[in-house]
């Protein structure tokens, strides 16, 4: 089983963007925590980051037809974009929205996602540790 694990715009700058926000840890950490915990609980970690939302609604597409499990840290576009939401609608495997700060704890913008209601689980705030909480859980059969 491969866990694609999705990220969207910004997210690429870890460790430099807004770290009393999003923490030190950098992109490259979060794509070595992500392959060590599926590695821990037998499944690949398929690790990608986009800045372009086309870019990102192509792989919710190849997710969807492959029948992939996904997380999705769309970023920016959980508030904004309701084509990722009609990309997301298209998953035939559970996935989860996750996001590394608590977002109902920011600007009321942020309060809202286009995805949660599609969602199988939301984890925010727990930086890094949310992507693992995500492998782990979408590597247990439902």
Request: charged fraction near 20%; charge should be negative; include cysteine.
């Amino acid at each position: 089983m491969t866990v694609l694990v999705l990220n969207g715009p910004n997210l690429g700058r870890l460790g430099v963007r807004e770290p009393a926000v999003y923490g030190t840890a950098t992109y490259a950490d979060l794509v070595a925590r992500c392959e060590e915990v599926a590695r821990e609980v037998g499944v690949e970690a398929d690790v990608r980051q986009t800045d372009s939302e086309a870019e990102m609604i192509g792989w919710l597409h190849e997710a969807a037809d492959a029948g992939s499990a996904v997380v999705l840290n769309a970023a920016a576009w959980t508030h904004t974009s309701i084509a990722v939401r009609d990309a997301a609608a298209q998953l035939g495997e559970p996935f989860v929205e996750v996001h590394l700060s608590n977002v109902h704890a920011r600007e009321p913008f942020r309060h809202h996602s286009h995805l949660s209601d599609l969602a199988a689980a939301v984890v925010v705030g727990m930086g890094l540790e949310g992507y693992a909480a995500a492998v782990r859980f979408l590597a247990q059969p439902l």
